[in-house]
Nanobody, 118 residues
Framework: VQLVESGGGLVQPGGSLRLSCAAS????????MSWYRQAPGKERELVAN????????NYSNSVKGRFIISRDNTKNMVYLQMNSLKPEDTAVYYC????????????WGQGAQVTVSS
């Protein structure tokens, strides 16, 4: 199983970035996909998740109205469009795949650094 994030980098406050996560080795459309982030000295937190079909999306209060999560089940991809970025969005962003059935399976990407600074 591999989850590979891309699209991170340095951006000025107010700018935008789009993170991508390419999944392989899983039956992608059966997994709920999420983005988490972890800032230095802080715990990892859930940013957004999207249901298997893409019909349901949830966001943390801190990013609601600025970030958009989406997925393409034909390409085994999940995306995070980040707009109006703030310095407090600076963190390592992780892609997560979770299968929930009898118990659950969790897979993580290696992380992508996002730095918001002038």
């Amino acid at each position: 199983v591999q989850l590979v994030e891309s699209g991170g980098g340095l951006v000025q406050p107010g700018g935008s970035l789009r993170l991508s996560c390419a999944a392989s080795g899983i039956t992608f459309y059966t997994y709920t996909m999420s983005w988490y982030r972890q800032a230095p000295g802080k715990e990892r937190e859930l940013v957004a998740n999207i249901s298997t079909t893409g019909d349901t999306r949830n966001y943390s209060n801190s990013v609601k109205g600025r970030f958009i999560i989406s997925r393409d089940n034909t390409k085994n991809m999940v995306y995070l469009q980040m707009n109006s970025l703030k310095p407090e969005d600076t963190a390592v962003y992780y892609c997560n795949a979770r299968w929930s059935g009898t118990g659950y399976l969790d897979y993580w990407g290696q992380g992508a650094q996002v730095t918001v600074s002038s």
